[in-house]
């Protein structure tokens, strides 16, 4: 009777606990399913680097490369033959117009002077006593005391020798501009560049041998060419730039000479000029038109047949909008920016680049100049993506640009 009664309570606790399991695992599968949604979060903002843009004036450049030229590159050679006596500057020197640089022996033609002065002496005697003689004969053919040929014949000695006398006068003024050409000097006024010709060197106005031959040792050379002089102050620089912009160039250059920069290879600037020169003609082969400008060069920054960079100032865009050029995107229908509106979020602008320079753009159309744009970035953007600006870059003015 206590078996039955065990057996039967066994079971009772066998079967509460599989009961309260059950319902524990009800009432899990209940709690799984009817639990609430989670809230979707919204995607994080995109961090950009962005800059303002801006009105300001624009300089339109023309860039090319320039050779630097003398204004005047002088060969001086000797007029009179004669060995030199004397050389009166330094090579390297800057001299000026009508400074002695180098002395010929004169003597010789100190000495033609004295013969050709001499000779007008004499001759201006024998034009002195024939004129004597004719008024003498004149009186004597009146009263008939002489042929009337005679005193004619007077008249024409009387002409010959006023022939002569001016001959002598005319070698005399000879002798004298040879005795003046001794005294070699500049012709113009610039910097002598190295001797080719020695102390002591025979030269003269022709040569058998190639210009700028010299000896040492004082031994007698002839040289056509004793020194270069080069004018540097002020100086030429000659650039080509293509013919499309020859029209504005000439235009605006009809109004005010254009503005020229000139800088060295590593981009410093040299010296600032003037377009002087615009060439008649347009070179067939290369398109381009030749350009010169004048630059004053004080401080002889500027060197002849030295290469340096060009820019020329065509015009000044006044007041317009600018932007940095990494703003600037490329798409199938143009360009465009991506603006910055108020909430953070961006909005994609389409846009008409006019110029580009040293990392700005000129904006035509599009802009009004005070909007805030993204300069990087902006290939993970799309209209109204919400943006965090990480970076606020500042265009800055550049005076070298491109035309579009």
Not at 90 to 102: A, R, S
Not at 205 to 216: K, L
Not at 369 to 384: A, K, S
Request: overall charge negative.
């Amino acid at each position: 009777m206590r078996s039955v009664r065990t057996s039967s309570s066994r079971r009772l606790v066998t079967y509460a606990i599989g009961a309260a399991v059950l319902i524990a695992i009800v009432v899990a599968a209940l709690s799984y399913f009817h639990r609430p949604a989670a809230v979707a979060s919204a995607p994080a903002p995109i961090p950009v680097t962005a800059a303002m843009a801006e009105r300001q004036d624009m300089p339109e450049i023309v860039n090319a490369i320039g050779t630097v030229q003398s204004i005047d590159n002088v060969s001086v050679q000797a007029q009179v033959n004669g060995p030199i006596i004397k050389i009166e500057f330094t090579p390297g020197q800057d001299v000026t117009q009508g400074q002695e640089l180098f002395l010929i022996d004169p003597r010789p033609y100190q000495a033609a002077l004295d013969v050709q002065q001499a000779q007008l002496s004499h001759d201006e005697g024998v034009l002195a006593e024939a004129q004597v003689d004719l008024t003498r004969y004149q009186i004597l053919a009146q009263q008939n005391s002489i042929a009337k040929q005679q005193a004619e014949d007077q008249v024409y000695v009387v002409q010959q020798d006023k022939g002569t006398v001016s001959l002598d006068q005319a070698n005399i003024e000879t002798a004298r501009l040879n005795l003046a050409y001794c005294h070699v000097v500049a012709p113009i006024s610039g910097r002598a560049g190295a001797l080719l010709v020695d102390l002591g060197n025979l030269v003269g106005p022709s040569t058998s041998q190639g210009a700028g031959t010299s000896t040492t040792g004082g031994s007698q050379t002839a040289a056509s060419a004793m020194v270069m002089l080069a004018q540097i102050k002020p100086i030429y620089v000659s650039f080509s730039v293509p013919q499309i912009f020859l029209d504005e160039i000439k235009h605006n250059q009809a109004t005010a000479p254009l503005e020229v920069d000139a800088y060295s290879q590593a981009g410093k600037l040299l010296e600032k000029g003037q377009v002087s020169l615009i060439d008649n003609q347009v070179n067939t082969t290369t398109g381009t038109v030749l350009l010169q400008a004048t630059f004053a060069n004080a401080d002889e920054v500027l060197w002849p047949g030295e290469f340096v960079r060009v820019r020329l100032t065509m015009a000044i865009r006044k007041n317009v909008a600018t932007v940095p050029q990494a703003a600037v995107m490329a798409g199938p229908n143009g360009s465009y920016v991506y603006v910055i509106n108020s909430d953070n979020a961006v909005r994609r602008v389409t846009v008409q680049v006019t110029g580009r320079q040293d990392g700005i753009a000129v904006i035509a159309k599009g802009l009004s100049g005070t909007e805030r744009v993204v300069t990087d970035g902006q290939y993970r953007l799309d209209n109204n993506s919400k943006v965090v600006v990480r970076q606020t870059t500042e265009p800055v003015p550049s005076d070298e640009a491109s035309t579009e």
